[in-house]
């Protein structure tokens, strides 16, 4: 069997594959990415975060997205009947990144592993990892390709950017049930003909459809517009018919997507996906760390996937970096903990979005400025900086922010019938 040697063997070509790879490779080591897929490939996750420009651009590829001519973000608009709440990056509270972009997947991803290539990082498209044994941090991985072709590669460190593969924790038996409730997405891209130019294409929007349902709406550069609900898996029962049918009719019973969609052209037939969050004990071995959607993914609503992604690679690639040349890494206080920071900041909001608090808080009338910028600073994805009261108390901040702002609501709806 034919058998490759190589610093880093990073698994996936994804967000997190493909930063991590460059980054390793930017300091001088040899770096091989094995994906399974031939690209381009299709995946969800199409709006980005403004926190995934630094990562982005610290990986060398700005430049290459930029060309692309993707549509660029500028915030977040969030709607519940006639109740609307806008958020746009610029107003935040944390120094960064004020737009990024929303794209086709497909589109972005080869773009990345194209330009990764271009550094001089080889991909093995269509290859899929099969087996890892370790000896201590050394390791000698199986691949396969489509042809059933085995070889090995041996590395001196793996990092696992294998997405819903999540090859390193099925592996070694590393799965952890999600303490998220189990949610399910239907959705399309849409011919948007009737796009509104007045406040789209350059943001997404979230509509509140029913308590625990919600839409995406998310513009491309192309005319073509995502759209996507999500809801308890019983709710999508109620609708009989073929996938296609119930799609129509989801959007047919929101009154904010009726007209726009109506009779709608589709790029795809409706997709279905469920189920998605997932998590593993521990985010490091010895030898190898998972980055991405392998550490944990929690909910599409408030599009954190691939910024966790790109971040946790940012931040993986350079302690491998350190790994590499003899030092020390104490991987729980420098990875586990950041990883978990921000994702845990995450888990807040996705909580509070489903229990409803963030309904109170969104569609409050003259919101405190300093407060909305602070918020949309999470929402920019900059869940790291502790100086933002809604990043450090995420657990309580915004439970004791409804609770005050129902409360001055039932002072002030008591005064007025005194
Ligand atoms: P991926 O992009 O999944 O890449 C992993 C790669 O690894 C794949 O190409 C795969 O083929 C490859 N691979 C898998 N197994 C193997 C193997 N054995 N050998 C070799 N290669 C392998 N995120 C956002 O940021 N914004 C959004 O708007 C958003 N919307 C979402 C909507 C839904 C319904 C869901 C479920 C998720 C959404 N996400 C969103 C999350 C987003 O899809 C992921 O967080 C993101 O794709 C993670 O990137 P990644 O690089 O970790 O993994």
Redesign the pocket.
Known sequence: MKTEQVDVLV???????TVAASIIHQAGYKVKI????KFP?F??????LPRSMDALEEAGFIDAIKAKGFQQKYGAKFVKGDALCDFTFQEQYTPGWTWTWQVTRADF?KTLADAVEAMGVPVSYET??TDIRFNGSDSVTTIEDTAGNKSTIEARFIVD?????R?IPRLFNLEKNSNLQPRK?LFAHTVDERRSMADEPNRITAVVHKKGVWIWI?PFSTGVTSV?F?GDPEFFDAYPGTDEEKYRALLEAEPYTRERFRDVELVFEPRI?QS?SATTDKFYGDGFVLT???TE?LD?IF?????L?CVSSQTAAKLVIRKLRGEDVDWEKEYMEPTMQGVNTFRSYVMAWYEGTLDTIFFKKDADPVIKGQICSVLAGYVWDMSNPFVKNHDTALKRLARTIELTEKLKSSSEIE
């Open positions: 698994i996936g070509a994804g967000p997190a594959g094995v994906e399974k897929m490939r995946v969800i996750g199409e709006s980005l991803d899929t990892v950017g294998s997405g819903y593969g090859v997405a998310i996507g999500v996906l998605w991405g959607n392998v993914f599409p599009s954190s996937g691939v910024t992604a």
